[in-house]
């Protein structure tokens, strides 16, 4: 499929925290996780046009046609009501972007940008897009200073990651948790894939960070701190590790009731990857 288009739920013109330097973002929609703990959970389904969120909206921003739910965006109030009534974890409020349509945006902004990171939901689901993307930025004389990032899951396929690799500059990836079931209990999926992408994407010097995501009692981040550790040293010393704090904000759910984690336990993950080799650690600048 040589898909030239995406379906895309957002576009930030300006962030400091999805890669080096300040980058446009690009959030895809569609996940293939399912995590219990997603912040953003509208982001996991394509909308199936069902309808149920049209007679809901109190600004008349959403009408049914032709079986196609159509969101006029110059209406929209942006209140959430329709997030809030989807079950399928979706919107109607997403954007269908041509590479063309992107690669204007980006010139928009341009003078301000060091490159562009492909977040989600899950970007990979819709790699073909992203594969055009880097490759027509990397084809354009005004924009292939700009660096190619994605922001993902890590459960592509090593095939998947291999049509990239020549267009793609990094890639940050999600650890969710070290223990197989513990991260199928939280994400739906097992999380081997998610290893061999940390391991392959190293191996090609493309991986940029690691993400942890700690959350108090329901991952086993620190339990494992040691076989964690002991993994990446084994792929390289210098290792880049993010570790985030779990906050329950956004979330449905039974992770609504999760304690958000404390400055106090990141610190002690910190101090025990520390302890194994691992010191080239990020911490969270913020907690909520
Ligand atoms: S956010 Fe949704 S419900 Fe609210 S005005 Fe916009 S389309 Fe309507
Ligand atoms: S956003 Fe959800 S409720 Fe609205 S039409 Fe799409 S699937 Fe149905």
Redesign the pocket.
Known sequence: MNKSWAIVNKILPFSCVDGPGNRLVIFLQGCNFRCLNCHNPYTI?L????????STCPHQA?SFNNHR?IWQTSVCQQCDT??N????H???MTYKYSVEDILKIIRKYLPFLNGITLSGGEATMQLPFIEKLFRAIKQANDLNHLTCFIDSNGYLHQTGWQKLENVMDGAMIDLKAWDNQINKELTGRDNLRVKKTIEYLASINKLYEVRFLLIPNHTDLQVNAKYIACFLMKIDSNIKIRINAFHNRGIRGIAQNWEPATKQQVEQFAAQLRQYGLHNIVLPSLYL
């Open positions: 389904s909308c199936k046009d069902c309808g149920d969120c049209v959403l739910v329709c997030i009534t989807c079950v399928h979706s919107t109607p």
